[in-house]
Nanobody
Framework: QLQLVESGGGLVQPGGSLRLSCAAA????????IGWFRQAPGKEREGVSC????????LYGDSVKGRFTISRDNAKKTVYLQMNSLKPEDSAVYYC???????????????????WGQGTQVTVSS
């Protein structure tokens, strides 16, 4: 059974950093693009970043460009999201998701992803 598990969320002060992890179980992570999404209360789920199966391409949402970095270690079956210079508006539940056909060139869209984790809460507050 294909499973994704997020970890690394928590409470951090504005300007701080967190690293989220997305661990895969039950499938070969190396065949899938992985996306990170977030959803704040009362808002739609937003695409944050995507990384191709080979790490050859990455994509970021406008609101996180220059602050977040996505990476992966297929041997460890884990994808990471390094989040720096965090702002209160980054507070949300963060989800990772898997997509067999790769990242789309310009968008990170919920409908393109087939398998989802349960999410991890990130709260940025002083």
């Amino acid at each position: 059974q294909l499973q994704l598990v997020e970890s690394g969320g928590g409470l951090v002060q504005p300007g701080g950093s967190l690293r989220l992890s997305c661990a895969a179980a039950g499938f070969s992570l190396g065949y899938y693009a992985i996306g990170w999404f977030r959803q704040a209360p009362g808002k739609e789920r937003e695409g944050v970043s995507c990384i191709s199966s080979s790490s050859a391409s990455t994509l970021y949402g406008d609101s996180v460009k220059g602050r977040f970095t996505i990476s992966r270690d297929n041997a460890k079956k884990t994808v990471y999201l390094q989040m720096n210079s965090l702002k209160p508006e980054d507070s949300a539940v963060y989800y990772c998701a898997a997509e067999y056909f790769g990242c789309r060139p310009r968008t990170i869209t919920v409908a393109h992803f087939d398998y989802w984790g349960q999410g991890t809460q990130v709260t940025v507050s002083s």
